[in-house]
C-alpha cells in the first residue's frame, strides 16, 4: 500500500522520533514490564505503515460483503438493520421460561435463545436419578415435545428465529421444533434459528456427550443433510468457539480449533455426497468476545478471512454464502466475577463493543449477576440495553469495519491469520491430509485438551503474579460484602416437572411409542438419516431420554481417557 520510498522516510522518520521524543519518557518508566493480549500475545507500543507494507487492500482486506469478507459479511452491515439482539433465557419449567421468552420480546429482543438444565443438556430425562437436585437448575427442564408446546405458547415461530444451544440431544430438541413447526402450521422452509449441535466442541472442551466422537458426528451431519432439504433457513450447527475459550483457550486457539471443526464437518458431508454449496451455506459459528478488544476485533476479520480462502482452495466452493462466515457472538462468561459485580456490566460493554466493530451477525450479551446466580429480571434489562446503547447511541453500528485500515488491527489481524492457520494445518497433519480425521486423532491423543490446558495456565500465573489486573479481584478490591439479589429457582420446581412428565406418559399411546422408537432403531442399523425417525418419536410424546437411550445401546456411551502426557 506503500512504495519503498515512503516507507523508507516513514523509517527515517520513526528512528528520528524514537531517538528525541519517545526515549526521554523511557527514562521515567512505564506502567508495566510487558504489553499484553489476555491471551498472552505481544502487542508494540506503535504500529505505522511499515507494519502492513506488504498489505495487499484486494487479496487481503477488499470490501465488505465480498471475498475474503475481512471488512464484514454483507455490504451495508448494520446500516441495514442492527445484529440480531439474543438474550440466553431459560430456567426452571417452560412456564417459567415462556414468559421470560414473552418479556424480553416486549423488552425490544430480536432473537430468542434458549439454555437447557442439565439433565435436558446430557440427553437424560426429569425423572432420572440423575437428575437428581438439577431439574430446572440451569436453564428449562425439556422432557418431551409437551414442554416445547409450553416453553413457545404464544409465540408464532414463523416470526422469530430461535437459538437452542444444546449438543449431545440437539437432534432431540431440532426435532421437536419441527414438529411444533407442523402443529402450528408453519411451512417448514420458513423456520429461522440456530442449533448450537457441536458435538466435536464438546470432546475438545466442554465435556458434554452421551456416545462416542465419531457416531456423534454421523448425527450432526444427518441435521445437516436433513435441514438441507427441510428447514434451509434453520442453521443445524452452530460450530462453537465459545466454550474452548471459556476452557481457557487463546484467542488464537479459539479460532483455530473452532474453523478446524467447522472444515471437519464440511469434510464429513463432502463424504456423505452432500455438494459443498448445498450446505455450506447453512453453516454458522460462535464466538467468544474477551476484554483485549483489538485482540478481538482482529479475531472475527482473521477468521472470516480464512474461512473463505480454504473454502475456496480447498473445498472448492462457489456460492458466496459457501464462503461467508457467519456468526454469533457471546461476551465472556469467563471474565465476569462475583466481586463488585457491577463492573461486569463494563466488563460487557467493551466485549460487546468489540463484536460489533468485528462484524458480529448476533450478539448475547451477559448479565452483571450471572457469576452469582442465573440473570435477574433487572441484570437482563441492562444486558440488553447495553446492546440497543451501542446499536442506537454510540455510531459504532454505522460504519462498516470501522477499524479497517488502522496500522495496528491490520497487522494484528495478519498475525492472528498466520497464527491461526499453523493450528489448522497442524491439525490437517495429524489426519494425513484430512482435518476431520486430525480432529478425530486429537480428541483420544489429548492434543486439544493440553493445548488449552497449557494456555490456561500460564493466564493463571499471570494472574496469581499481578502481571494480569482483574480489578475487584486481585487489584481495587473493597472490603464490603456483596449481596446483590439473585434470581432463586423455586425448589417445587422438580416436583411441577415430574408430575408433567408423568401425565404425558400416561397419556401417551404406548404402542405408537414403541413402534417409534423400533423405526429409530432400524433406522441407525440400516445407516439412514434419523432425523425423521426422530420426529416422529417426538409426535408420539416419546421423551429426551428414550430417544438418546437407543442410540446408547447401539454406541456405547462415551468415557474420556486420561490424556497421554
Not at 462453537?240 to 458431508?269: K, P, W
Request: glycine letters at 6%.
Amino acid at each position: 500500500m506503500f512504495d519503498e520510498e515512503d516507507l523508507a522516510e516513514i523509517r527515517a522518520e520513526r528512528e528520528r522520533w524514537e531517538s528525541e521524543t519517545l526515549e526521554p519518557f523511557l527514562e521515567k518508566g512505564e506502567r508495566k514490564d510487558e504489553f499484553v493480549t489476555v491471551s498472552n500475545h505481544e502487542v508494540d507500543r506503535l504500529y505505522t505503515p511499515e507494519d502492513v507494507a506488504d498489505l495487499d487492500y484486494d487479496e487481503d482486506l477488499g470490501y465488505p460483503g465480498e471475498p475474503p469478507y475481512t471488512r464484514g459479511a454483507y455490504p451495508t452491515m448494520y446500516r441495514g438493520r442492527t445484529w440480531t439482539m439474543r438474550q440466553f433465557a431459560g430456567f426452571g419449567t417452560a412456564e417459567e421460561t415462556n414468559e421470560r421468552f414473552h418479556y424480553l420480546i416486549d423488552e425490544g429482543q430480536t432473537g430468542l435463545s434458549t439454555a437447557f438444565d442439565m439433565p435436558s443438556l446430557m440427553g437424560i430425562d426429569s425423572d432420572h436419578p440423575m437428575s437428581e437436585g438439577e431439574v430446572g437448575k440451569e436453564g428449562v427442564a425439556v422432557d418431551t415435545l409437551r414442554d416445547m408446546e409450553i416453553l413457545f405458547d404464544g409465540i408464532d415461530i414463523s416470526e422469530i428465529s430461535t437459538s437452542f444451544t444444546i449438543n449431545p440431544s440437539a437432534a432431540v430438541i431440532y426435532a421437536m421444533y419441527i414438529a411444533l413447526a407442523d402443529q402450528q402450521g408453519v411451512d417448514r422452509k420458513e423456520v429461522r434459528g440456530t442449533l448450537q449441535n457441536d458435538m466435536l466442541k464438546e470432546f475438545i472442551a466442554q465435556k458434554e456427550w452421551v456416545i462416542p466422537p465419531a457416531p456423534s458426528l454421523d448425527i450432526v451431519t444427518d441435521t445437516i443433510e436433513f435441514a438441507v432439504e427441510e428447514t434451509p433457513k434453520f442453521h443445524p450447527v452452530s460450530i462453537s468457539g465459545y466454550h474452548i475459550r471459556e476452557a481457557g483457550s487463546t484467542a488464537i486457539q479459539e479460532a483455530a480449533f473452532t474453523l478446524a471443526d467447522g472444515f471437519a464437518y464440511v469434510e464429513d458431508c463432502l463424504d456423505r455426497g452432500m455438494a459443498v454449496d448445498e450446505f455450506a451455506p447453512l453453516l454458522s459459528f460462535f464466538f467468544n468476545s474477551h476484554n483485549s478488544i483489538f485482540e478481538e476485533i482482529s479475531k472475527f476479520r482473521a477468521s472470516r478471512r480464512i474461512w473463505a480462502n480454504v473454502m475456496d482452495e480447498w473445498y472448492g466452493a462457489e456460492a458466496a454464502e459457501s464462503k461467508r462466515l457467519k456468526f454469533h457472538t457471546q461476551t465472556a462468561g469467563q471474565s465476569l466475577t462475583a466481586q463488585q459485580p457491577l463492573n461486569n456490566i463494563v466488563r460487557v460493554t467493551i466485549q460487546a463493543l468489540a463484536a460489533v466493530m468485528g462484524g458480529t451477525q448476533s450478539l448475547h450479551t451477559n448479565s452483571y449477576d450471572e457469576a452469582l446466580a442465573l440473570p435477574s429480571e433487572d441484570a437482563v434489562r441492562v444486558a440488553l440495553r447495553t446492546q440497543q446503547i451501542i446499536g442506537e447511541e454510540s455510531g459504532a453500528a454505522d460504519i462498516v469495519d470501522p477499524m479497517g485500515g488502522s496500522f495496528a488491527i491490520e497487522k494484528l489481524t495478519d498475525e492472528m491469520e498466520t497464527e491461526i492457520m499453523a493450528y489448522i494445518e497442524e491439525i490437517k497433519e495429524m489426519g494425513d491430509g484430512s482435518v476431520r480425521d486430525g480432529v478425530l486423532n486429537g480428541i483420544p491423543q489429548g492434543y486439544f485438551h493440553r493445548e488449552i490446558q497449557d494456555a490456561s495456565y500460564e493466564y493463571q500465573k499471570r494472574v496469581d503474579a499481578g502481571k494480569e489486573v482483574v480489578v475487584g479481584v486481585n487489584e481495587y478490591t473493597i472490603d464490603e460484602e456483596t449481596d446483590p439479589d439473585i434470581l432463586k429457582i423455586d425448589p417445587e420446581t422438580r416436583d411441577r416437572q415430574l408430575n408433567r412428565l408423568e401425565r404425558t406418559k400416561n397419556e401417551r399411546d404406548d404402542t405408537e411409542v414403541e413402534a417409534t422408537l423400533e423405526a429409530l432403531s432400524e433406522a441407525i442399523d440400516d445407516g439412514e438419516n434419523v432425523m425423521p425417525s426422530i420426529i416422529d418419536a417426538v409426535k408420539a410424546y416419546v421423551t429426551m431420554g428414550e430417544i438418546m437411550e437407543v442410540f446408547e445401546e447401539h454406541y456405547g456411551a462415551y468415557q474420556e481417557t486420561a490424556s497421554p502426557a
